[in-house]
């Protein structure tokens, strides 16, 4: 049963700190998402990648967010300096992208990150 | 620009009753793809169904079932049978030519015993 993973699953942290949080697509997937989930705003897209290249992360604070994808297994969302309004739970997703449009997305466990 | 409009926040059941979860959508492209995806309590999200634009058939899958109305752009969600385990949060979303998933505010369905 082919699952997204994420790492930590919890993470608590204090205001000014570093966070990385890393994800492991299903095996043979070209497209991970990066998604944070507040109550106030809802789900909102971060980052975007497909075959390892950024596509769209107009999401995403550019002063202190950056995700990379080293290589094929491995994404990776950092925040630094962190701060409180980052606390929120924060969800990898990825799928194959034959064609981008019917391509299902499929959700990884998500990271709950509190900033304190 | 892409909406979804999920105006029920929160729906409250007995077991066994039938419950219907709404969900309409915006959008200027032709082609595009609808999806419900469920949150348990335990916070993952589990990919139900995907439904492109040019097939409104409806489709049964157990005791679920969805109504996809092109006309009235919507995409509607049914429980039959509600069982406690169905308590969650259904999350409708849109993908549209730019291929990110558009949310709707979610709706929280708590099914009692």
């Known amino acids: 049963d082919a699952r997204v993973t994420q790492t930590p699953r919890h993470k608590v942290t204090e205001m000014g700190q570093e966070v990385t949080m890393r994800c492991q697509p299903i095996?043979?997937?070209?497209?991970v998402f990066w998604y944070r989930q507040t109550m106030m705003q809802g789900l909102e897209l971060l980052a975007y990648f497909r075959n390892r290249a950024p596509l769209d992360d107009s999401g995403m604070p550019k002063d202190r967010f950056s995700a990379e994808m080293p290589d094929a297994t491995l994404a990776t969302l950092k925040i630094q300096p962190s701060e409180p309004r980052d606390s929120a739970v924060y969800f990898c997703?990825?799928?194959?992208?034959?064609?981008?449009?019917?391509?299902?997305?499929?959700f990884g466990p998500g990271t709950r990150l509190l900033v304190l | 620009a892409q909406k979804v409009t999920q105006a029920q926040t929160e729906i409250s059941v007995v077991e066994k009753e039938d419950v219907t979860l709404d969900c309409v959508y915006e959008t200027r492209d032709t082609t595009y793809y609808l999806f419900w995806y469920k949150q348990p309590p335990s916070g993952e999200l589990v990919f139900l169904i995907r439904r492109n634009s040019f097939d409104e058939q409806n489709e049964i899958s157990g005791r679920y079932s969805w109504n996809f109305q092109k006309s009235t752009s919507s995409f509607n969600f049914t429980i039959t049978a509600s069982q406690v385990v169905d308590s969650a949060v259904y999350f409708c979303a849109l993908k549209h030519a730019g291929n990110m998933l558009t949310f709707g505010g979610g709706t929280r369905l708590m099914v009692k015993p």
């Open positions: 997703a990825s799928g194959l992208s034959r064609d981008p449009r019917q391509e299902t997305q499929y």
């Open positions: 095996l043979g997937h070209n497209t």
